[in-house]
């Protein structure tokens, strides 16, 4: 798996998601997961369109998690 599982946002109008860094062609499935950024798709658009939320391509070995707060606000 390269990603974790998405989240459901609290509005359910999207979903969180973490994605790695696109690795090189032909290591796609041995390459290690660096530079995890996460994302939100809002349904109904086009992937491409999908916000970035938070990133720290200085920091390639920090990972990132999806989660809502009990109270949706985070």
Known sequence: ????????????D???YTQ????KQGEEL???NKGAR???HKLGQAQAEDKTIWEQPD???????TWISPDGRH
């Not at 790695?20 to 690795?23: D, G, I, K, N």
């Not at 920091?59 to 990132?64: D, F, I, K, M, S």
Request: avoid cysteine; charge should be positive; hydrophobic fraction near 40%.
């Open 20 to 23: 790695p860094t696109v690795p």
């Open 38 to 40: 996460l994302r939100f």
């Open 59 to 65: 920091q390639p070995e920090y990972r990132a998690a």
């Open 14 to 16: 999207g979903i969180y």
């Open 1 to 12: 798996v390269k990603s974790g599982a998405p989240v459901w946002s609290a509005s359910g």
């Open 30 to 32: 041995t390459a290690a």
